[in-house]
T-cell receptor
């Protein structure tokens, strides 16, 4: 079965510092991969998605992610953190013919002054 | 205009009661979903409907019954509520099956006392 692992349930960075949120998937077939963000008391918003086109995917709010098949990873990065980036981030994968999204356990990003 | 809306936003009820959560999307999407987010923020799919037809039914107690009167609506009815049903329930929709992104509603926080 498909699984998604997010290393680090809580990541803290200073404003202006690099953001790196880790995501690994387990699948013999490269899945479609997504990063979602959830602000407090809100629903999930798509940041970016990988659908087997370019391996480096650019998303909204300055985020990007790189698909690395050899490492089964899809880490999310942003060069310079902003206070408004503080939120919960979820990596998710979709495989096969079903449209089921399998989510990781989430990473809470804290941005400090 | 809200793309995916849910009502109510908050629902507090006692054990044993029956309650419904409504979801509507105005995006013209064919597929709709229900997800459950537990107290640890873990998200898991419950159901998925495509053009009013059930296509994903995860291991969910029979007390949960989705109903799709038309492809713009997917309601969730829960019978005999239990303490463990307390969670945030998210509705989502997508244009078609994979790999289109899913748009999430704002969530319904259900508290069972």
């Amino acid at each position: 079965a498909q699984s998604v692992t997010q290393l680090g349930s809580h990541v803290s960075v200073s404003e202006g510092a690099l953001v790196l949120l880790r995501c690994n998937y387990s699948s013999s077939v490269p899945p479609y991969l997504f990063w979602y963000v959830q602000y407090p008391n809100q629903g999930l918003q798509l940041l970016l998605k990988y659908t087997s086109a370019a391996t480096l995917v650019k998303g909204i709010n300055g985020f990007e992610a790189e698909f690395k098949k050899s490492e089964t990873s899809f880490h999310l990065t942003k060069p310079s953190a902003h206070m408004s980036d503080a939120a919960e981030y979820f990596c998710a994968a979709m495989t096969g013919t079903a449209s089921k999204l399998t989510f990781g356990t989430g990473t809470r990003l804290q941005v400090t002054l | 205009d809200t793309a995916v809306s849910q009502t109510p936003k908050y629902l507090v009820t006692q054990m044993g009661n029956d309650k419904s959560i409504k979801c509507e999307q105005n995006l013209g999407h064919d597929t709709m979903y229900w997800y459950k987010q537990d107290s640890k923020k873990f998200l898991k799919i419950m159901f998925s409907y495509n053009n009013k037809e059930l296509i994903i039914n995860e291991t969910v107690p029979n007390r949960f019954s989705p109903k799709s009167p038309d492809k713009a609506h997917l309601n969730l009815h829960i019978n005999s509520l239990e303490l463990g049903d307390s969670a945030v329930y998210f509705c989502a929709s997508s244009q078609d099956l994979i790999p289109y992104e899913q748009y999430f509603g704002p969530g319904t926080r259900l508290t069972v006392t």
